[in-house]
Each structure stands twice: as C-alpha cells, then as structure tokens.
C-alpha cells in the first residue's frame, strides 16, 4: 500500500462526487409449501431473481407499499406479517443506495402472473433448496434460507403507520 492510501480513513476521504439518496425498497416472502415466490429480472442482458417487491412512494407506508408492488409485480394479494431481514445495497462509487426491508407475507388471493413491468421475465414459487443454483440479488439467500428453516422464528413484529 502507498503511503498515501495508509493515510487516508474513512473520514479524511473524499466523497463520491454523486452520492445517491438511499432508496427504500420493500420485499415479500411469500412461501407455498416448501417454495419461495421469486421473480426473474432482466436488465442489460443479465438475468437474476429477486423476492417481489419494489419502492416504496413519498408518503406511502411500507405494508401499503408491499402489497401495491406484490399487486403490481404479480398479481395477487398479501398481507404483510413480520419484519425478517434489513440490508443496504451502495454501489462501490456509492452512486446507488438500496435499503431492502424483507417481510413475511400470507398470500390472500390470487395466482401469481407476471404484471406490467418490462424487466420482468418470470415469476415462480421456487424450492428453497434451489436457490443456492440461481443468480440472487441482493445475495442474501444463505440469509433467507437460514431464517426458513428456523421457521423465520428470528423476525420483529411490524407496526405499520403510527402517526397520531
């Protein structure tokens, strides 16, 4: 390392010239049997599976936003349970910011079908064993799979909009 590398902390480097606002999005673990709801995103010719979800809107809460987007994304409709799992996803150059809040969520009605969304390709209940074979983002499936088998014992109960 240079000299000037082993100078330099995390307080005295510069910031990225384009910081981004963190963006907040909301996801759903949907299970059906031993499955996991998952969709198939396509962007610049690269494939990779998420747990449905999306952002949440100014104003918006996050159940409220979870279940537009598994409406928007898939076609059904769910009631958001309880807080499993919070990460941040920040580009190197910190020029994205992805903070992802993952809930349980009870499947009410429906048939899960692919919405409106252009990137989205696919949409399926997956094994949890097969996930370990699909390209995830963010990568947090060991995670996921953990919480599944402890029957997501590890969770926080979700309050919703408290605003008096």
Known sequence: MRKREMAMSPETAPAPATAATPRIRVAAIVEEADSVLLVCHEKAGRRYWMLPGGGVDPGESLGDALSRELWEETAIRIAPRNLVLVSDAIAPDASRHIVNICFTADLLSGTPTLGDDPRLVEVAF???????????YPDFKSELQRLARSGFSDTAPYLGNLWV
């Open 126 to 136: 997956v094994p949890w064993t097969e996930l370990d074979r699909l390209p995830f």
